[in-house]
């Protein structure tokens, strides 16, 4: 049978079409969660058309807070979240850009209006979005941060004082510090090298101490020490008090150097929250693959800045998973527990290391 050129070409663009949309429709940038929602209105004025139409935003609103509530709780600190929920969920109901309204109507009372809707919800886009009106407001969570000091610093008292001094610093700046030693997760690391030199001199035939101080500041990425800024400075005063004098001139030098470095630490972490990374999660007393996989579904179910998740292996009653995750591992952890998964699931959080959370079901 002959078929014209026209022809092949026609049918060739058709199969070209159909394999785009194919790849559109299953690439993970493009997954979607359908959900329904209720928004409701007052009627004012006996205007339904403008109660109609409120009522179906605030059902966007309600359905995009169903998919995305989970992630802004645990990426926004309680005051911004309570300041800023509102116009994050409304700012992002124009995401919605298929649904279905399956009730509409004046409700029980009839001066209440209400629209349920079937919403499909595209969660990476919603996700991004969201991620961008919190870093462009200044809302989102900061990273949590411990304050290490290096071995070479040459006067411990002086060096911890410079810790100290640091760790205010931090805290003022609206930072999570913890200790090296804690079981949770510090995202980053603020190393401190601290150079004391007391060099007696002489003026004017009398005996004084000439204090030379140096700090050196490097913030890494905990977990595979990756350098994000450092800067070094050096200041001196003389005095007798040399303790004192140190304190105030590493007070000095944080105080003048720490908020570019800050900068650039803000920078890279806003940079750094819709890019997928793998996080281990592992669950002690797992009994079997059923369990594990209720597990994985109830994890990938609340939480939408998981792209993926598979179980890996089960082995000694532990479940082994991977998470291909927008963020960071400690974003994880506070998702989960904004989630109230680990309180709903009877799971424990051990710990936080690097790019791995281990957790125990009891």
């Excluded at 026209?6 to 785009?20: E, H, M, N, T, W």
């Excluded at 990938?300 to 292996?313: D, G, H, K, L, T």
């Amino acid at each position: 049978m002959a078929v014209c050129s026209g022809s092949i070409k026609q049918f060739s663009l058709v199969v070209i079409a159909f394999f785009v949309a194919f790849l559109i429709v299953t690439s993970p940038s493009a997954t979607a969660k359908l959900v329904e929602a209720k928004g409701i209105s007052a009627v004012a004025d006996n205007n339904i058309v403008e109660a109609r139409k409120v009522a179906l935003e605030n059902a966007k609103r309600a359905a995009v807070e169903q998919v995305v509530g989970t992630f802004v709780r645990s990426r926004t600190d309680v005051n911004n979240y309570l300041l800023g929920k509102d116009q994050i969920f409304s700012s992002t109901a124009g995401q919605i850009d298929e649904y279905k309204i399956i009730y509409d109507g004046v409700g029980d009372s009839e001066d209440i209006y209400e629209v349920v809707i079937k919403a499909d919800v595209r969660v990476d886009l919603l996700v991004d979005k969201v991620a961008q009106i919190q870093a462009s407001m200044g809302w989102t969570k900061m990273p949590r941060v411990t304050v290490v000091l290096n071995e070479n610093s040459t006067n411990p008292i002086i060096a911890q004082h410079a810790r100290n001094e640091m760790t205010e610093r931090l805290l003022r700046d609206g930072f999570q510090v913890f200790d090296e030693d804690e079981p949770i997760y510090a995202g980053f690391a603020v190393n401190l090298t601290v150079d004391s030199q007391i060099k007696p001199e002489e003026f004017q035939g009398m005996k004084i101490n000439a204090n030379e101080l140096t700090l050196g500041m490097q913030v890494t990425r905990v977990g595979d020490n990756q350098v994000l800024a450092a800067g070094s400075k050096s200041a001196s005063k003389p005095g007798v008090k040399s303790n004192s004098i140190f304190s105030k001139l590493s007070a000095d030098i944080i105080r003048k150097e720490w908020p570019q470095l800050r900068k650039q630490l803000i920078r890279f972490w806003h940079q750094e929250q819709v890019k997928a990374r793998n996080v281990f999660l592992d669950i002690e007393g797992v009994e079997s693959l059923d369990v594990a996989n209720q597990m994985k579904a109830v994890i990938q179910e609340a939480m939408p800045a998981i792209q993926q998740i598979e179980i890996s292996n089960i082995a000694d009653g532990v479940a082994h998973l991977v998470i291909s995750y927008k963020g960071w591992t400690e974003q994880l952890y506070e998702e989960l527990l904004a989630s109230n998964i680990a309180q709903r699931h009877k799971i424990q959080i051990v710990g936080v290391t690097g790019n791995k959370i281990t957790a125990t079901k009891v």
